[in-house]
C-alpha cells in the first residue's frame, strides 16, 4: 500500500459545491457530493490547489471514470478516451500517432495520463493549463474524437444511466458540457502512480533496487561535467514526479517538422519544444518521443548519447556542454554500453504494477 496520509480534496459529504445554484430537480430534493479521500504517495510533492469550483467527490469521480470510457462522445460511437489512453499500458496506447474516429491518425503520440494532478500544462505542446479545458480538445478534435461537446452531452442525455449520475455528482439531471469537463477531471486527478519498485526504495526500501540498478539511478541523476560521469538525465526528468514540468528540444531533428511549443506561443525560438513527459512507466509507454520515433529505450538512450541535433535553432542548453570525456573534447555523452544497460535498467524500475491494476481505474462495468 502507498505510504503517506490521507489529502481531502473537496466538500464534506453534506455540502454542495462552491458557487452552485440549487437546482429545480424535478425528480426530488439533491443531496450533496461526498469527498474524496485522495491519497498522495509520502514521497511526492504537495499537490496543487485544485479549481475551487470542481472539488474531488466521490460521485463526480464515479461518473468521470464512466464518461473516460464512454464511447457516445465521439462521433460514431466507437471511441473513447479510454481507447488511446489504456490503463494496461500506463494509459498510452502503444502507437507512435494515436487514431481516432475511423481509424484517423493524429499527428503525434498518445501521452501517460500518469499524475496530471501536478501538471502546469497539458498535452505535447502545452495547449491546455487545466483538465477541464484539455477534456473538450480531443472529443472535438477531427482526428480524434470529431464531435462536438454540444452534440456529446445531448446524446448522454438521452442514455438513462447518465442523468442521475450527474444529479448525484452536480446536483442536477440535466447533463451540462461544463459538468462533464468536471467530472471527466476529476477522475484524471486521481491517476495517481507512485508505487514503482524505485518509490520503495525512496521511501527506504534499500533492497528495492539492485546494485545495478542504483548505479543507473546515479548515472540517471548525474550532470556529467568530465570529472563525475552521468547520463544527465535527472536535468529534465527530475523529483519523483520524473518531470520538470517545462518544455524542451531535445535535438531531434536540425529544423524541427513540428513546431511543438511554437504552434501555442506563435514565438519561433518555441519551435521544436515539447512538454518533458514523466518518466514514470516508461518500459510500458512505448513508443518514444511527441511522433514514436523510438521503439525502444535502448534507442532513447542512444539518441542521447550519440546523435543529439546540437546545431538546431532552439535546442535545450542543458543538452550542451555535456560530456563524459575528461578532455571536454566531444560534444556527446561518451557514455560506454555498461552505462547505458544501467540507466536502462534503472527506468525499467519506475513501472508501477498496481497502477495499472487498479480497479479504480479500469472501465466500468455496463
Not at 469521480?61 to 466507437?78: D, P
Not at 500544462?121 to 484539455?134: N, V
Not at 461537446?149 to 445531448?154: D, F, I, N, T
Amino acid at each position: 500500500m502507498l505510504a503517506g496520509a490521507g489529502l481531502l480534496l473537496g466538500l464534506a459529504a453534506c455540502e454542495r459545491s462552491p458557487g452552485a445554484v440549487e437546482p429545480e430537480d424535478p425528480t426530488g430534493p439533491v443531496t450533496g457530493p461526498t469527498a474524496y479521500n485522495l491519497i498522495i504517495p509520502s514521497n511526492f510533492p504537495t499537490p496543487p490547489a485544485q479549481p475551487a469550483d470542481n472539488p474531488l467527490t466521490v460521485e463526480g469521480v464515479t461518473l468521470g471514470r464512466r464518461l473516460f470510457y464512454e464511447t457516445a462522445l465521439s462521433r460514431n460511437s466507437a471511441v473513447s478516451c479510454g481507447t488511446c489512453h489504456r490503463q494496461e499500458l500506463a494509459f498510452t496506447d502503444g502507437l507512435a500517432r494515436s487514431r481516432g474516429v475511423n481509424n484517423a491518425q493524429t499527428t503525434r503520440s498518445s501521452m501517460s495520463l500518469a499524475n496530471l494532478l501536478w501538471e502546469p500544462k497539458l498535452t505535447w505542446d502545452g495547449e491546455a493549463s487545466t483538465l477541464e479545458t484539455q477534456a473538450r480538445i480531443p472529443i472535438e478534435k477531427p482526428e480524434e474524437m470529431h464531435q462536438s461537446l454540444q452534440v456529446g452531452v445531448a446524446r448522454l442525455q438521452q442514455l438513462p444511466a447518465y442523468p442521475p449520475l450527474y444529479r448525484q455528482a452536480f446536483g442536477s439531471s440535466t447533463i451540462t458540457e461544463a459538468n462533464t469537463l468536471k467530472a471527466l477531471a476529476q477522475f484524471q486527478r486521481t491517476l495517481i502512480s507512485g508505487n514503482s519498485r524505485y518509490d520503495q526504495f525512496r521511501r527506504g526500501n534499500r533492497t528495492a533496487l539492485s546494485t545495478f540498478e542504483q548505479q543507473g539511478l546515479v548515472l540517471f541523476s548525474t550532470h556529467p561535467d568530465g570529472r563525475m560521469r552521468g547520463g544527465n538525465c535527472g536535468d529534465c526528468h527530475s523529483g519523483d514526479l520524473q518531470t520538470n514540468h517545462t518544455f524542451s528540444n531535445n535535438g531531434l531533428d536540425v529544423n524541427p517538422p513540428d513546431r511543438g511549443l511554437g504552434l501555442q506561443t506563435g514565438l519561433p525560438t518555441d519551435d521544436g519544444k515539447f512538454r518533458v513527459p514523466s518518466l514514470r512507466n516508461i518500459a510500458l509507454t512505448a513508443p518514444y518521443m511527441h511522433d514514436g520515433r523510438f521503439a525502444t529505450l535502448e534507442q532513447v538512450v542512444d539518441h542521447y548519447n550519440e546523435h543529439v541535433a546540437l546545431n538546431s535553432p532552439t535546442i535545450d542548453p542543458l543538452m550542451l556542454n555535456t560530456t563524459n570525456d575528461p578532455r571536454q573534447l566531444s560534444r556527446t555523452l561518451e557514455l560506454t554500453a555498461d552505462e547505458k544497460a544501467k540507466i536502462v535498467a534503472f527506468m525499467r524500475t519506475l513501472t508501477d504494477s498496481t497502477f495499472i491494476r487498479d480497479p479504480r481505474f479500469s472501465r466500468p462495468q455496463p
